[in-house]
């Protein structure tokens, strides 16, 4: 009895062993594979870092013959720049040096070369070549219609105080300025044509021709007529006198009655 007793707990050791090791068997990779340390690659799996390379310093640049043939012509632009510069300087310095100049005079002798033109102050003989014109009423003309009495208006340069001329405007009437006559005083007589004034400061009376230019104004400047002026008026009067020693009334302005003396 006590054989047959032992054989079945033995039979169920053997049986829980298988049991117990089936089991292991079915757990151990699990627990294997997550308690493992994860493998190191290999030496030869590992990828080889490129090697570092220490920088150089940059190598100066080797000069081409076409950068060679660029900077020359570089160099040669700028030198003529500088030169057309230089010239433009020197050519308006020229311009400050030389000064311009207008002669105004009445013409003493006229030759193929020369015009000689007394002025105000002095006289001056003007050289002719073929850079000089010459117009006289608005066409030109050569020296040969330039006669003695007629009147220049001369422009040109001085540029080493001698007067070089370069346009000749010639006319035929007088430029000589016209003095002008002044008068302060009373009304002696008036006519159309003329008025008559006794200077108030004293001295002989004047005449002025009236014509058709003469402006007639009163002591405020409005315009008045020839008729609003009496004997016995205060006026000044302005006019100015031609070679025929007739003094012509350019103004006529009313100062008020004349002072009782």
């Given amino acids: 009895m ?3 007793t032992s054989s079945p707990s033995k039979l169920s050791q053997l049986l829980g062993g298988l049991f117990l090791s089936v089991l292991v068997s079915l757990i ?10 994860t493998p190191s690659p290999s030496p030869s799996s ?5 090697p570092r390379t220490t920088p150089q310093a940059a190598s ?6 076409s950068a ?3 900077t020359q012509k570089l160099k040669e632009r700028i030198e003529r720049i500088v030169e057309e510069k230089r010239e433009q300087v020197k050519g308006a310095l020229d311009q400050l040096r030389t000064r311009r100049r207008g002669i105004v005079g009445e013409v003493t002798r006229v030759s193929a070369e020369t015009i000689t ?4 102050r002095t006289t001056v003989i003007l ?3 073929k850079d000089v014109s010459m117009v006289k009423g608005k066409k030109p003309i050569s020296v040969d219609d330039v006669a003695v009495g007629d009147w220049i208006v001369a422009i040109g340069s001085e540029p080493e105080d001698d007067f070089v001329p370069e346009h000749l405007v010639i006319v035929s009437t007088s430029l000589r300025p016209v003095p002008r006559v002044i008068t302060l ?4 007589s008036v006519t159309k044509t003329q008025v008559v004034v006794s200077p108030r400061a004293g001295g002989e009376a004047r005449t002025y021709t009236l014509g058709k230019n003469t402006v007639y104004q009163d002591s405020t400047g409005n315009k008045v007529a020839l008729k609003d002026i009496t004997t016995s008026m205060s006026v000044l009067v302005i006019g100015t006198t031609n070679d025929a020693n007739v003094t012509t009334a350019t103004l006529v302005q009313l100062l008020g009655t004349a002072a009782t003396p």
Avoid: D, M, R
């Fill in 46 to 50: 590992t990828p080889k870092a490129s």
């Fill in 68 to 70: 060679e043939v660029t």
């Fill in 28 to 37: 151990y990779p699990t627990l294997a594979l997550a308690a493992s340390p």
């Fill in 2 to 4: 006590s054989h047959i």
């Fill in 117 to 120: 033109v007394k002025t105000s």
């Fill in 185 to 188: 005083g009373n009304v002696e």
């Fill in 127 to 129: 050289p002719l070549n």
């Fill in 60 to 65: 100066s640049p080797i000069s081409s013959p």
